[in-house]
């Protein structure tokens, strides 16, 4: 069964810190990625996805995310955090190959504060 | 706005109590999902609906129930309602079924409060 992890539950950070937020993934077929931001109150926006190609892969609001095949990875990093970067992070992925239909399986999320 | 909606927006019940979460998917979406948040659980995949078709079932329970219309909005049954069941409900649409590099957006979601 597909699961994916997510690191850190909570991140504290400073305005202009750099991010990285952690996501692994356990499937041994082919997965899809994505990153979702959940903002206080809101719903799901997509923040980058990776379907194949390059790894390295850029976001909205400056975020970018790398696929590290072999480590089952696929982390989100932005060089310059800002306070409205506040917010909840999801991970998901779902698989490429005909065991789904593509239904997403999320982390538990990262909590993300961003001090003024 | 990802062109996804849900209604209601908050909805307040009693335990044992039967509600209906409505969705309409983007313009040109054949496919919907439901998805529970809670705080224990996190966000869990329930049901997929393709084309007015069952598709995919995730960890539903048996005292939900799903369906697609002709127009392609959906509808998410819940019947004897317990306190546990109260969760965010979220419904994704996206353009096909199946994993092929396809991405799903969220509507709003639902805020179900039992009490």
């Known amino acids: 069964a597909q699961s994916v992890s997510q690191h850190n539950h909570h991140v504290i950070l400073s305005e202009a810190a750099s991010l990285e937020l952690g996501c692994n993934y356990s499937?041994?077929?082919?997965?899809?990625l994505f990153w979702y931001v959940q903002y206080p109150g809101q719903h799901l926006q997509l923040l980058l996805k990776y379907f194949s190609g390059d790894p390295l892969v850029k976001g909205i609001k400056g975020f970018e995310a790398e696929f590290i095949k072999s480590k089952f990875s696929f982390n989100l990093r932005k060089p310059s955090v800002q306070w409205s970067d506040t917010a909840e992070y999801f991970c998901?992925?779902?698989?490429?190959?005909?065991?789904?239909?593509?239904?997403?399986?999320f982390g538990k999320g990262t909590k993300l504060s961003v001090k003024p | 706005d990802s062109g996804v909606t849900q209604t209601p927006k908050h909805l307040i019940t009693a335990t044992g109590q039967r509600v209906t979460l409505r969705c309409s998917p983007r313009?040109?979406?054949?496919?919907v999902y439901w998805y529970q948040q809670s705080l224990d659980q996190g966000l869990q995949f329930l049901i997929q609906y393709y084309n007015g078709e069952e598709r995919a079932k995730g960890n539903i329970l048996e005292r939900f129930s799903a369906q697609q219309f002709p127009d392609l909005h959906s509808e998410l049954n819940l019947s004897s309602l317990e306190l546990g069941d109260s969760a965010l409900y979220f419904c994704?649409?996206?353009?096909?079924?199946?994993?092929?590099?396809?991405?799903?957006?969220f509507g709003p979601g639902t805020r179900l409060t039992v009490l």
């Open positions: 499937y041994g077929g082919t997965v899809n």
């Open positions: 998901a992925v779902n698989a490429r190959d005909g065991g789904s239909q593509g239904n997403l399986i």
């Open positions: 313009s040109g979406d054949l496919s």
């Open positions: 994704a649409s996206s353009a096909r079924t199946g994993p092929v590099g396809d991405t799903q957006y």
